[in-house]
């Protein structure tokens, strides 16, 4: 089953509907405990032969943290808890009983030096059930923690890093990890904050695969993508890979239509046609020699010469703003009624009026990706709005439009008319960057042209985004990664040798750097 991305609020309801289907709460912390311990074990076991400290906090996160010690006390390891904060709830309680009853578990009062004689620190702290700073000695443990990796030990947290707001991201002094194990969900913060949880292990405990759970976002990483687009038939020709157009180009901004078609080509596809302002063919013909290059069309016959030659189109990359742009998106539109992306200032000519937009788009399979800002003017609302609602507010643009909607940033969050909702576990700060929008939207009207997945756009969408990422992920570095640099990427995103998450394990998202 694919994860899917919660709320603090939404976690909790995922947990509470596991517990009424017949699930006891300390049955799920055991599992918790259990799943954590056994990723612990396989892959920090060369860390953990230097012992491992665990803080735990008062909740049951912290009664989390006393099953993984007694789990880890099991398997022969060296175990010291320091309990921070009295455990709180009759699980967590019954939790800590059970670790001191192992004479391989020693419980110790917190110590500023914790992490001293250890190779591996495990932060149960505090859970997704709180928010606030932390404060006396649980802030206190977060130093300890932080301190203990500035010493060079690993560091684990439990569902998520301390001082954390589980829901926004959002944090203070909070615990910097290496490894984040999720339990039964990735939560938010996981993306939003990503740099500071590690890499994130989201491991199956059995919450109800239904009701709440099933209306979440869904995760999207190399499993779900891997399994929606086939490999290139040894038997295809460039028809059976299909054609797209990509419109844009406006004066001085060839480069973004060049950027869009090139992602396009390291994407697959099988014919590309570039459409520009008059003057920039030439451009074109010098940076994309196997693109078919077009002028703007001006009449109905140009208009029906390039729709009829192509299975989706792009409309935005480098378009530019003047008093016939609208006329030619409109134009288009009108004339193609197949799968289209629309980007950037194909987007920005329709600021404020959704009506004419969502006319202009329906009946079709249909993409906008807008950035924050770029969403914020098409719905009237300020960017800060768009950035505290953005697992939610592209739903209901989606709706009034008709279309599905990439809503660009991290993470990127794709949302259909039919409310389904992904999230990408790809990218780094590389794409930040004039130009990156471009890249994706080649990638998207590529595979906009190629799927045959029901939910054709938001299929679409999600695994554009998902590869984009990963070719910037690929790269390593940010400083001094360039847009070529994630071009020349691509080829291996789409080709990255497939291994299937194991069971328990229902995804990774990699650390970023």
């Not at 993984?68 to 019954?94: I, S």
């Amino acid at each position: 089953m694919p994860a899917r991305v919660a709320g603090a609020i939404e976690a909790v309801a995922c947990e509470r509907a596991t517990i009424e289907s017949g699930t006891s709460a300390r049955e799920l912390m055991q599992r918790a405990g259990y799943a954590a311990a056994a990723e612990i074990a396989e892959r920090l076991s060369d860390r953990m032969v230097h012992g491992v400290a665990i803080l735990t906090g008062p909740g049951n996160n912290g009664g989390d943290g006393w099953v993984v010690a007694r789990a880890l006390a099991d398997r022969g390891l060296r175990v010291t808890a320091f309990q921070v904060a009295p455990p709180k709830t009759a699980d967590a309680m019954a939790a800590r009983e059970a670790a001191a009853a192992s004479a391989a578990v020693v419980i110790e009062e917190p110590s500023e030096a914790a992490w001293d004689g250890n190779g591996v620190i495990i932060d149960a702290l505090l859970g997704t059930g709180s928010t606030g700073l932390p404060a006396g000695a649980i802030a206190a443990g977060v130093q300890t923690i932080n301190d203990g990796r500035a010493n060079g030990l690993t560091v684990v947290s439990l569902d998520l890093p301390t001082g954390i707001d589980p829901t926004t991201g959002s944090h203070g002094e909070c615990v910097c990890a290496d490894l984040t194990l999720a339990f039964g969900t990735a939560k938010r913060a996981h993306l939003v904050a990503r740099h500071l949880c590690g890499e994130v292990v989201v491991v199956d405990i059995g919450l109800e695969r239904a009701g709440s759970i099933t209306a979440l976002p869904l995760l999207v990483d190399r499993d779900w993508v891997a399994a929606r687009v086939p490999a290139i038939s040894a038997m295809a020709h460039k028809g059976t890979r299909r054609q797209v157009a990509i419109v844009g180009g406006g004066h001085r901004m060839a480069g973004a239509a060049i950027l869009a078609g090139e992602a396009a080509l390291r994407s697959g596809i099988g014919l590309l046609r570039i459409v520009v302002a008059p003057g920039n063919a030439t451009s074109i013909h010098a940076a994309l020699p196997a693109a078919i290059v077009h002028e703007w069309p001006e009449t109905p016959d140009d208009i029906r010469i390039l729709t009829n030659a192509a299975d989706a189109i792009a409309i935005g990359p480098g378009l530019g703003r003047s008093n016939t742009t609208r006329d030619l998106v409109e134009r288009l539109l009108l004339a193609w009624r197949g799968p289209v992306v629309l980007d950037a200032d194909a987007l920005n000519v329709f600021e404020e009026d959704l009506t004419s937009l969502g006319t202009l788009l329906s009946g079709r399979p249909a993409l906008i990706t807008p950035h924050p800002a770029e969403a914020a003017r098409l719905l009237g609302v300020s960017t800060s709005a768009i950035l505290d609602q953005r697992f939610d507010v592209g739903v209901e643009l989606a709706r009034e439009i008709g279309a599905t909607v990439l809503l660009k940033g991290t993470p990127t969050v794709i949302s259909s008319p039919s409310g389904e909702r992904y999230v990408s576990a790809a990218g780094t700060a590389a794409l930040a960057t004039g130009g990156s929008g471009d890249v994706l939207t080649g990638i998207a009207v590529t595979l906009l042209a190629q799927t045959t997945e029901r939910d054709l756009a938001a299929i679409a969408a999600a695994c554009a985004a998902f590869v984009h990422g990963r070719a910037a992920e690929i790269c390593g570095m940010v400083r001094g990664t360039t847009l070529d640099d994630i071009l020349r990427a691509l080829p291996h995103a789409w080709n990255e040798r497939h291994v299937a998450a194991k069971p328990g394990v229902l995804a990774v998202i990699p650390r970023v750097r």
